[in-house]
């Protein structure tokens, strides 16, 4: 199933999309605002498809403004930098990779967090923050959506703790990841983290073959697929979750391919009024564009 959250007038909810209709999800009873999908997820886990209930109206999604799936996770959105050899090789020959330490491929993944508050919708505009960095740039991601949390999940384990799949665009200020050695601030600027355009339940798409594309105006940046992933999604779920608890919602990124803007020579940064599209088999489209 596809799931959106949007915005109907002045107010919000989540809802379930078939073709290009929108159906309301009934929240009543699970705790939670008519737009949390989140608490969906969270009953999900013990009571399986059954807790979407739907209620009128139904509306055509061009009537509707969709909004980020997941708005506030509870925490951090875990990322993993440098998930794809290419990409490696390129972060890696950029000059702006300050923390490798001269080595070509990582050993470990290599895992930071976003804040919730850098999370924006589809169609919602990428702020350039002018005067704060001059070296904006793009990272098309695939994000797992974790239902079941746990401790210690095993590699064999992990497919079971997959709730479902979303996009997202690891938007980087590549000039503060390589000032401040971290980066953490470089990627988590206010706008910095758009989502959507819907979640996916994980039974109707193979996280083992997706192909993941970014275009920008147009053209065609990135494409991969995550076969070709140096750390895998039961890898990234085993290794996360060895000490950290994971709960229903968290939000796990997955790494970028080859193709980002540090990748050209001369680099090929974002400039207000680029469209940034990032899309994936099943996922639909994610659009922003940088804002003024
Ligand atoms: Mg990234």
């Not at 109907?8 to 008519?34: I, S, Y």
């Not at 794809?84 to 491929?105: I, K, M, N, P, Q």
Request: aromatic share 6%.
């Amino acid at each position: 199933m596809r799931f959106v959250r949007y915005r109907h007038g002045d107010r919000k909810f989540a809802g379930v999309l078939e073709g290009e209709h929108v159906q309301r999800l009934d929240t009543t009873g699970l705790g939670g605002t008519a737009d949390d999908l989140l608490a969906v997820i969270r009953v999900w886990e013990d009571s399986g498809p059954s807790v979407v209930r739907t209620i009128e109206p139904t509306l055509q999604l061009e009537d509707v403004r969709l909004l980020a799936p997941i708005a506030d996770p509870g925490r951090n959105i875990f990322c993993v930098g440098k998930n794809y050899r290419e990409h490696a090789d390129e972060f890696a020959g950029s000059g702006f990779d300050v923390t490798s330490r001269g080595e070509s491929l990582p050993s470990h993944p290599v895992v930071f967090t976003k804040p919730a508050s850098s999370i924006i919708g589809p169609g919602d505009r990428i702020d350039p923050h002018p005067g704060l960095t001059s070296a904006l740039d793009y990272e098309a991601e695939i994000a797992v959506i974790i239902g079941h949390g746990g401790r210690g999940i095993s590699t064999d384990a992990a497919w079971r703790h997959v709730w479902g799949y979303t996009l997202l665009n690891d938007v980087t200020a590549r000039d503060l990841q390589q000032q401040h050695r971290q980066w953490f601030i470089g990627k988590s600027l206010d706008t910095f983290c758009p989502m959507g355009p819907w979640a996916v339940s994980a039974d109707e798409v193979d996280g083992t073959d997706l192909t993941i594309e970014s275009h920008v105006n147009g053209e065609l940046r990135q494409r991969a697929n995550t076969r070709d992933l140096i750390f895998d999604i039961p890898t990234l779920i085993s290794t996360l979750s060895a000490g950290i608890t994971l709960q229903a919602g968290d939000i796990v990124a997955t790494g970028t391919p080859a193709g980002v803007g540090i990748g050209y020579d001369p680099s090929r940064f974002l400039v207000p009024g680029d469209v940034v599209s990032v899309s994936a088999t099943g996922l639909g489209s994610l659009v922003n564009e940088v804002g003024a």
